[in-house]
């Protein structure tokens, strides 16, 4: 059972990439799942959320009108496209899931909403 976010890489400011975040072992479909993100030095920080069956996705404030959060329920996959890219936006991204007994078709961009986190992926924007 795990979450797998891939993805990532090396690109220049205003550039896109799409991270994908895929479970093994479990139903994605029933859950929520948050993207967030680390950089050096700092602690993690709600980047989206999309809720269950599509619900209603939130972003934080410093990626809103850039990125842009969707599900595939069939391939078990969250993706986060992210266009406009920031040095700032430089972090390791994570993904993860909240307990069942917490999901709704809401989400939250909480950090301790969630319990199960998936192996990060790096995302360095650099000239």
């Known amino acids: 059972v795990q979450l797998q976010a891939s993805g990532g890489g090396l690109v220049q400011p205003g550039g896109s990439l799409r991270l994908s975040c895929t479970a093994s072992?479990?139903?994605?479909?029933?859950?929520?799942v948050g993207w967030f993100r680390q950089a050096p030095g700092k602690g993690r920080e709600g980047v989206s959320c999309?809720?269950?069956?599509?619900?209603?996705?939130l972003y934080g404030d410093s990626v809103k009108g850039r990125f842009t959060i969707s599900r595939d329920d069939a391939k078990n996959t969250i993706y986060l496209q992210m266009d406009g890219l920031e040095p700032e936006d430089t972090a390791i991204y994570f993904c993860?899931?909240?307990?069942?007994?917490?999901?709704?078709?809401?989400?939250?961009?909480?950090?301790?909403?969630?319990?199960?986190w998936g192996q990060g992926t790096q995302v360095t924007v650099s000239s």
């Open positions: 072992g479990f139903t994605l479909a029933y859950y929520e």
């Open positions: 999309i809720g269950k069956d599509d619900g209603r996705p």
């Open positions: 993860a899931t909240p307990p069942l007994s917490l999901v709704s078709s809401s989400c939250s961009t909480q950090e301790h909403h969630y319990n199960f």
